[in-house]
């Protein structure tokens, strides 16, 4: 049960700070998964998991961020459509190139 209550807060506080200072949760979320539990006496997370539990809160945040967006007036989709196919490029080729 308390594993449950630190991961909630971890969780709410990173999310929380992320939206009022404007930043990435994961430059919030991830150094207190490393760190914060095993203070507790919890169990250690690797780096690794940290990476994935960051990766899904990022996932949501962008997520819910873009459906917010799409409703603005401005929005202006040939944009997302052009930028985004270069990020796919460009991730795949950086995911190449790291191998």
Do not use: H, W
């Amino acid at each position: 049960m308390t594993i449950i209550l630190v991961m909630l807060f971890i969780g709410a506080f990173g999310g929380f700070i992320s939206c009022l200072v404007g930043i990435g949760g994961a430059i919030i979320i991830y150094p207190i998964l490393l760190f914060i539990p095993p203070l507790l006496g919890l169990p250690e997370y690797s780096a690794y998991v940290a990476s994935g539990l960051t990766a899904v809160q990022v996932f949501f945040s962008t997520l819910s961020g873009s459906i917010k967006a799409a409703t603005r007036p401005d929005f202006t989709p040939s944009l997302v459509l052009q930028m985004g196919v270069g990020m796919i490029i460009g991730s795949t080729v950086g995911a190449i190139c790291a191998n």
